[in-house]
């Protein structure tokens, strides 16, 4: 008899269990978490006819221990993003938007960028790889595809300029 999710009144403790639980499965910021633990507290809070705005505080309170027992690092996350997502082919574009869209702050973003060993133009050549982009391509393809390969690498964001070199280039190495 499958009925309507019953909920419970969000407590600490239940919000610190579920926050613990979405941490054991990935890693996030502190603005993230608290998303999470909002969308947690709003479901509650509907099917329970509570308002939602009265466990702000509640939310505030878990992230901070979160924070305060480094289960939640924004400095760390950013780093751990930004290297998987240039070892993917992340422009750098696109890994400030995918931070600022998790809650990481600009500052941070700049920092751990600052940080990165890999340029924009490195990460380009990994994109067109795996997407078998330009020198990647099959040779009798290449040039009618060129238009449609360039603007895949800008859409990804990178630079026209970039991109092109990429595109442009003579062989796969």
């Known amino acids: ?9 969000p407590t600490e403790d239940r919000l610190t269990k579920s926050a613990l639980h979405y941490l054991e499965r ?73 931070l600022a869209a998790k809650g990481v702050d600009r500052e941070t973003i700049h920092t751990v960028l600052a940080q990165d060993e890999r340029s924009d133009e490195e990460a380009a050549r990994i994109f067109a790889r795996r997407r078998r982009l330009g020198p990647y391509r099959t040779t009798r393809t290449r040039d009618d595809r060129r238009d449609k390969d360039l603007a895949a690498m800008c859409r990804a964001g990178f630079s026209f300029e970039i991109a092109r070199k990429v595109i442009d280039a003579d062989d796969s190495d």
């Open 26 to 98: 990935y890693a996030t910021s502190a603005a993230n978490l608290r998303n999470v633990l909002e969308r947690k507290v709003l479901k509650a809070c509907m099917s329970l006819e509570l308002e939602p705005a009265d466990y702000a505080d509640l939310i505030d309170a878990v992230v901070e221990k979160c924070v305060q027992t480094g289960l939640v690092n924004d400095k760390t996350y950013a780093e751990t993003k930004t290297a998987g997502l240039r070892r993917r082919g992340g422009s750098t574009r696109k890994i400030e938007a995918q």
């Open 1 to 9: 008899m499958a009925g309507k999710p019953r909920y419970k009144q």
